[in-house]
């Protein structure tokens, strides 16, 4: 029941974009079918209908996608700088980057064979970066650090300044979180 309104939302305003009957969005490894009679999104990968949260996700994001979307604009913000409400602050580092250091905090390679299902490209930034497409023309930057002697392990998840025009922080709390359980 907790998603319900915003599903139903989400499925009406992308109804009213008249998108026709079905639309196919890939997402992370996976594609999604979308059926906006029978309001579905189902997981061509596994054949299984997506979770709220998740379609919810998919459904903003197909929404904006038919609207236009915005180039890549290769300018890296952070969470806070992205969201500019510092009450979703706790929860994007709860659900992004205690994940990531539980993970690979103290083995940061780990990260590159765990996401070889998600195209990715490594970048040099941090001990490991990798750049992957959550979405086409969404990409997210994840950088990890190992600890030493004087400091712990670090993660950080960086956004590509676009998003905003795509999603809402809440929308970003939850990408992020579908990340980095998926790496």
């Known amino acids: 029941m907790g998603y319900e309104v915003a599903l139903n939302k989400a499925w009406e305003d992308l109804a009213n974009l008249n998108a026709g009957n079905a639309l196919?969005?890939?997402f992370l490894a996976d594609t999604y079918q979308l059926d906006l009679r029978e309001k579905k999104a189902l997981s061509l990968s596994c054949n299984v209908a997506a979770k709220d949260f998740t379609a919810i996700l998919i459904l903003h994001y197909a929404a904006q996608k038919l609207k236009g979307?915005?180039?890549?604009?290769g300018e890296w913000l952070s969470f806070k700088e992205v969201s500019q409400v510092e009450g979703?602050?706790?929860a994007f580092k709860k659900r992004a980057i205690s994940p990531l250091?539980?993970?690979?905090?103290?083995k940061p390679e780990g990260i590159i064979t765990a996401a070889q299902r998600i195209p990715l490209k490594?970048?040099?930034?941090?001990d490991v970066g990798i750049v992957l497409e959550a979405f086409e023309k969404v990409p997210v930057l994840i950088t990890l650090w190992r600890g030493d002697d004087e400091f712990g392990p670090e993660a950080n998840m960086l956004f590509d300044k676009n998003i905003t025009r795509i999603f809402c922080a809440e929308d970003i709390v939850v990408l992020a979180?579908?990340?980095a359980a998926s790496v």
């Open 122 to 126: 490594r970048v040099d930034q941090g």
């Open 88 to 90: 979703y602050l706790p």
């Open 177 to 179: 979180g579908i990340i």
């Open 69 to 73: 979307l915005p180039d890549v604009r």
């Open 24 to 26: 196919s969005i890939k």
């Open 101 to 106: 250091l539980r993970k690979y905090g103290s």
